[in-house]
């Protein structure tokens, strides 16, 4: 690895002991390794700092910075961000499993394409356990060559984790950076689609962790998930309604700031307005884990046969 890594990951984390470690071993045991691994803990009170540092004392790839005080989870992701220092970036979870080619694949896909700017994998749902709950077919259209394409389908279509996807770092500085309104992470991504495509790499090698003390479990509101985000959100000038609303104005914002072309802004326009009144159909936009489990004997992979490390090689 040079004193620059290619690719930073950024893992925001708040009292993640449970699993941390299996990630970690997961991201570290990855084929491709020209990369750092920048942790912010967000002031934890557990025992994630052991962990953190225990790791970080192993592998020289780890940056690890301590938080005095909780941010919330939306200032920590970006503040992981605004400390990497690659030309690639992905965002990671403290509790998520990433099969052990997941980095070299989606940085090959963006040497390949130069003109995508993301790249993710196929994905699956596990439980606490590790258990496929949920596989899901990637049906976005955030591939095509037309920016309000690529946009309506963000808005009508269950939507994906592009989120976690490997991207282009200078795209990034120039969105703005992830709000705490309900539902922010997708008016981000649908502002970085609207500066160019993604692709999907067709290879199962990110599994996200579904459990009871993952935040949208453990926040069932839109309120308290919101404080969750950001504390600043816990006042009486951030009701429901308003959270809402930012919401609405996020993907509106969204348009006005990207650089598309006035027939292409005016296209978007139209899909947004379509949306609102139409309310969206019933489970657009659904988080994968969020639907019916199936039966995971169905799936021809073993979740333990695509992890990276998941024999402690870092413990």
């Known amino acids: 690895m040079t004193d620059r890594p290619r690719l930073s990951i950024g893992l925001p984390v708040y009292n993640g002991e449970e699993y941390l470690a299996e990630s970690f071993d997961a991201l570290l045991g990855q084929t491709y390794e020209d990369f750092e691994l920048v942790v912010s803990d967000n002031a934890s009170t557990d025992g994630t700092e052991d962990v953190c540092r225990r790791y970080a004392a192993k592998d020289p790839r780890i940056r690890y910075l301590r938080l005095p005080r909780n941010i919330g989870a939306t200032p920590n992701h970006n503040l992981v961000l605004a400390e990497s220092r690659g030309e690639l970036f992905k965002w990671a979870s403290h509790d998520d499993l990433y099969g052990r080619d997941l980095l070299r694949r989606c940085v090959e896909a963006l040497d390949e394409r130069p003109e995508m700017i993301l790249a993710h994998t196929g994905q699956a749902v596990i439980d606490g356990e590790g258990r496929v709950k949920v596989p899901y077919e990637y049906t976005l259209a955030t591939d095509s060559p037309h920016a309000p394409e690529r ?34 992470d997708r008016t981000y991504v649908a502002e970085i689609t609207l500066h160019g495509r993604f692709h999907q790499v067709p290879e199962l090698l990110y599994f996200r962790r579904d459990h009871p003390n993952r935040a949208e479990r453990a926040n069932p509101s839109k309120r308290s998930r919101c404080v969750n985000l950001d504390p600043r959100r816990a006042g009486p000038l951030h009701p429901t309604p308003r959270l809402l609303a930012e919401y609405v104005w996020g993907f509106a914002s969204a348009i006005r700031r990207a650089p598309l072309s006035p027939a292409d802004r005016r296209a978007c326009f139209r899909h947004l307005a379509a949306w609102m009144t139409s309310r969206a159909r019933p489970g657009a936009g659904e988080r994968v884990e969020d639907r019916a489990p199936v039966d995971p004997d169905r799936l021809a992979v073993s979740v333990d046969s695509l992890v990276a490390g998941r024999e402690g090689r870092h413990t």
């Open 151 to 184: 946009f309506r389908s963000l808005l009508f279509e269950p939507g994906g984790d592009d989120f976690y996807g490997v991207m282009r770092t200078d795209v990034l500085r120039r969105v703005k950076p992830m709000d705490s309104y309900h539902h922010a």
